[in-house]
């Protein structure tokens, strides 16, 4: 109910409106200045690409080409690399309509004397699932999720793989010929210090200028860290921090045309996932995230494991996946917390939802109209 009080002075009609509206709009845009404050401190430089549209903050015309190479100097926040959507080429190489049914090609056997699965797919040893795009290790594994919720996406998410490089030279070529069909962007920092301080040269940046690695063309992002934190000098955790930060705020954060579920997948120089791995987290959904990779410990060239005391090879389980959108909503690009994901979000405990709050005090019918959407972080 508006209660209005009507007063005549001098023959002139004042109207009145009562003091709790003028304190309850006072508050209301005391709030909204408040929120977009919160909003804009967390969200002004946290944007990213939705269906080709690029709107990253200042990153005005993206290039249209494909560079060969990505190789950054400075500290300028401008776009590097702008991601394309190769959708159709990709489906068409990875998909096989068979009868009614989209099959996956590297799952699908079509000899004749293979039994149909339930879905109408023929699979090959080890291929499980409708489509038969579930590799065997992934049906074997424990997982927090359910193998019935998976589902076959019609179209691919972009993988972008980070990490830092320090001279695993090897290591990197091993990299690029198993992941190349599968990654999109080798986001790589190299540092001319180690991570203990000492002077090095820059063996891969040598290498990507002498057009060694042809087979990554166009995927490679090179960053280069000029300088070592003092800090680090008597804590080797401090350098380690700061070059996997360093490739979220000034590597993940400049490329453009990412969508919010393409992955974020952040290993060391001597991490390897298996490509069938990549595969199956770039054309599934129905997986929850972060997502846990085991590793085997392998030594002189992957021919020996190496092995506990009982016997059995030795693994190591890291968190290394992420959506896009986690990483930039949840981690603000410090992405050196993936690795303690489950942690970080259970002790800095939020929601992530966007505040409009639009206030329209109408003079003609004395009403507050209010749209309130609610943005939090805490």
């Known amino acids: 109910m508006h209660l209005v009080i009507r007063l005549r002075s001098k023959g002139i009609v004042k109207q009145v409106c009562h003091r709790k509206r003028l304190v309850i709009a006072t508050l209301l845009i005391i709030a909204v200045g408040v929120q977009l404050v919160i909003a804009g401190r967390y969200m002004v430089l946290s944007v990213f690409t939705v269906n080709n549209l690029t709107t990253i903050l200042g990153h005005t015309n993206p290039p249209s080409y494909k560079p060969k190479w990505v190789i950054e100097y400075n500290d300028r926040m401008d776009l590097l690399l702008n991601l394309t959507d190769n959708d159709l080429l990709a489906a068409r190489e990875a998909?096989?309509?068979?009868?009614?049914?989209?099959?996956?090609?590297?799952g699908l056997n079509d000899s004749s004397d293979i039994s149909v699965s339930a879905g109408g797919c023929r699979c090959k040893a080890d291929w499980f699932g409708p489509a038969c795009s579930v590799?065997?290790?992934?049906?074997?594994?424990?997982?927090?999720?359910?193998?019935?919720?998976?589902?076959l996406r019609s179209q691919p998410r972009r993988i972008i793989n980070a990490f830092p490089?320090?001279?695993?030279?090897?290591?990197?070529?091993?990299?690029?010929?198993?992941?190349?069909?599968?990654v999109?962007?080798?986001?790589?920092?190299?540092?001319?210090?180690?991570?203990?301080?000492?002077?090095?040269?820059?063996?891969?940046?040598?290498?990507?200028r002498n057009g060694t690695y042809p087979n990554v063309a166009g995927k490679v992002v090179h960053l280069f860290l000029k300088y070592f934190p003092e800090k680090a000098h008597s804590d080797g955790w401090v350098a380690e921090d700061l070059h996997i930060n360093y490739l979220g705020t000034h590597g993940l954060r400049r490329l453009g045309g990412l969508r919010p579920d393409d992955l974020v997948v952040l290993t060391d120089a001597d991490e390897i996932p298996r490509r069938q791995l990549m595969s199956f987290l770039k054309w599934h959904d129905g997986y929850s995230e972060p997502v846990?990779?085991?590793?085997?410990?392998?030594?002189?060239?992957?021919?020996w494991g190496v092995p506990e005391a009982n016997g059995v090879i030795k693994t190591k389980a890291t968190i290394d996946v992420?959506?896009?959108?986690?990483?930039?909503?949840?981690?603000?690009?410090?992405?050196?917390?993936i690795r303690s994901a489950p942690k970080f979000i259970r002790t800095h405990a939020f929601d992530v939802q966007v505040i409009v709050v639009v206030v329209v005090v109408s003079n003609q019918t004395n009403q507050i109209v209010l749209i309130y959407v609610w943005y939090k972080t805490g």
């Open 135 to 151: 590799p065997g290790f992934i049906m074997r594994s424990s997982t927090p999720w359910s193998k019935d919720s998976l589902r």
């Open 165 to 182: 490089f320090n001279a695993e030279i090897e290591m990197a070529e091993l990299r690029f010929a198993e992941l190349v069909e599968v």
């Open 292 to 303: 846990l990779i085991n590793y085997r410990w392998s030594t002189y060239g992957f021919f």
């Open 184 to 208: 999109d962007v080798f986001l790589i920092l190299e540092s001319n210090y180690t991570m203990y301080g000492a002077p090095k040269k820059l063996h891969l940046l040598e290498r990507l």
């Open 322 to 337: 992420i959506t896009v959108a986690m990483a930039v909503y949840v981690f603000r690009y410090q992405i050196y917390f």
């Open 95 to 106: 998909l096989r309509t068979v009868g009614n049914r989209s099959c996956f090609v590297e």
